[in-house]
């Protein structure tokens, strides 16, 4: 008989919502994972931030740790899971970890997206390995696909619906006609937003992710910084209800597209509210659920669908990577480390070429149309529909564009705001999916 291989021995970094269904299913399933590794894997210690919470895991008090740096220190650690989040002191841990050749398995998307570059920097130079599925679409296998199984491939365009919360709020106000903050509140009452909000309603969660997935797909560093960001909050139920008279839903899209033209090869990277139309694959994702669509050369149209977050989904993906470096970790090798070698550049906003909703309050009296179709011709901006709804005082014109950009709309929408027979520009709204 073959002597059993010496466990590889875990720190975990954090035992909140996703580190404590680390510990779970660490213990449940440990002789299943202990057989698809070919060793078994111990929990060697838990770093966490107050030593007197009530956790009820099944592990002995003794484990658990204020000193993660100590715990990531400690030469009998051979893998380091971070879920503690945010920028520091997670980064100084996985870098401390990575230096040390422990390889790191994170769902820390801030931090990758934010700074990246010195984790994988870090991993470079001692060969561990540095693994992220969970940062983004929780449960969803993604990231491993898209650096593995479609290394072969031209990415054109990746869209997704990364954040739950999100489009929990645009599918209740899809389903109800509530307004925004209607839906945000029973999105709240029923768990599945935050005490605050913010990250997720403002896009820069969704932000992250999408910075994290440009670099992926097109193997060039993008960080937050340099994507597109605009949240729902503005998002109105008359929006919702004119993109419903369209035969669209309106969904928070992150989308990260290969650009070529005149000036060369680029990549734009963007979130932000978007009509598409109900026959697109991502317009039947409801609730808190994400999917990501993906357009490759050869693949075609691929798309990624499932839970992307809760503690458990989001628990899955960390020991999917565990499993992985812990077999590389055996074997002597080393998984697929980042790609940056295309360095695209990072195009503006008002470079990108979209179509556009745009709904206006106006006077109800000869010449308005003919001012407004002006404003449109002025730029260049041609438009494929446009709308009378109401009459009188009421009355609103929604004209759809056909593509334009986004500079040129931007100053389309300036052009109207100075129109006298404009009372406002009530909002401007992209549409993407492809022209029927
Ligand atoms: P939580 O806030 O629930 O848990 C954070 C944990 O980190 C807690 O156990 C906390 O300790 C511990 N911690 C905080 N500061 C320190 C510190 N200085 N030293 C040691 N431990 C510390 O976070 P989540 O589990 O929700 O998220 C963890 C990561 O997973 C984040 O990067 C998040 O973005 C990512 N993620 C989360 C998802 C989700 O659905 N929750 C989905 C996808 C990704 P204590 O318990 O004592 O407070
Ligand atoms: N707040 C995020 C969401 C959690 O709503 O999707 C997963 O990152």
């Known amino acids: 008989m073959a002597t059993p291989a010496a466990p590889l021995r875990v720190a975990l ?5 996703v580190g404590a269904e680390v510990v779970r299913l660490l213990h449940t399933s440990g002789d299943d994972l202990s057989a698809r590794i070919g060793a078994p894997l111990e929990l060697a210690g838990i770093a966490v931030r107050r030593l007197g919470r009530a956790r009820d895991l ?24 971070e879920v503690i989040g945010g920028l520091e002191p ?3 841990l996985i870098v401390a970890a990575l230096t040390a050749g422990k390889s790191v398995v994170t769902a820390n998307k801030a931090l990758l997206a934010e700074d990246g570059a010195t ?9 561990a390995d540095l693994y992220y599925e969970a940062s983004v679409a929780g449960a969803i296998p993604l990231l491993r696909p898209l650096r593995e199984s479609l290394a072969g491939d031209q990415i054109s365009r990746v869209t997704g619906i990364v954040n739950g919360t999100t489009n929990f709020v645009l599918t209740r106000m899809d389903e109800t006609g509530a307004g925004f903050q209607d839906a945000l509140d029973e999105a709240t009452s ?43 909050t503005e998002v109105t139920a008359a929006d919702v ?37 109900r026959t697109h694959p991502l317009a039947s ?54 790609s940056d070698y295309a360095d695209l550049r990072v195009r503006a906003m008002g470079e990108v070429v979209t179509r556009y909703h745009i709904s206006l309050d106006v006077a109800d009296k000869a010449g308005v149309l003919a001012a407004v179709a ?18 009188g005082d009421d009355a609103s014109l929604v004209v759809v564009t056909h593509t334009a950009s986004d500079a040129d709309l931007q100053a389309v929408v300036e052009q109207l705001r100075g129109l006298d027979s404009v009372r406002a520009v009530a909002s401007v709204m992209r549409v993407e999916g492809q022209e029927p």
């Open 58 to 81: 099944p592990v002995p008090d003794e484990l658990f740790t204020t000193d993660a740096a100590g715990l990531v220190a400690r030469p009998d650690i051979d893998l380091v899971v």
């Open 285 to 338: 994702v409801r609730e808190a659920y994400n999917a990501v669509f993906v357009e490759a050369a050869s693949a075609g149209r691929l798309m990624f669908y499932g839970p992307g977050a809760g503690g458990s989904p989001t628990a899955s993906a960390v020991l999917g990577d565990l499993v992985a470096v812990a077999r590389n970790t055996l074997s002597g090798a080393r998984g697929a480390g980042s």
């Open 13 to 17: 970094l954090g035992c909140g919502t």
């Open 90 to 92: 997670a980064r100084s």
């Open 119 to 127: 984790l994988h920097a870090a991993a470079a130079l001692s060969g």
């Open 241 to 277: 209800a004119s993109a419903k008279a369209m035969g669209c839903v309106v969904k928070l899209l992150a989308i990260a597209e290969r650009v070529s033209d005149a000036s060369g090869n680029g990549v734009s990277v963007r979130v932000h509210p978007a009509m598409i139309p």
């Open 374 to 391: 002006n404003a449109f011709a002025d730029h260049d901006v041609s438009i494929r529909t446009v709308r009378q709804e109401g009459h």
């Open 190 to 232: 029923l768990g599945y937003a935050e005490a605050d909000p913010t990250a997720d309603v403002e896009g820069f969660d969704a932000a992250a992710k999408a910075a994290i997935l440009a670099g992926l797909a097109f193997h060039t560093r993008v960080v937050a910084a340099d994507v597109h960001r605009e949240g729902i």
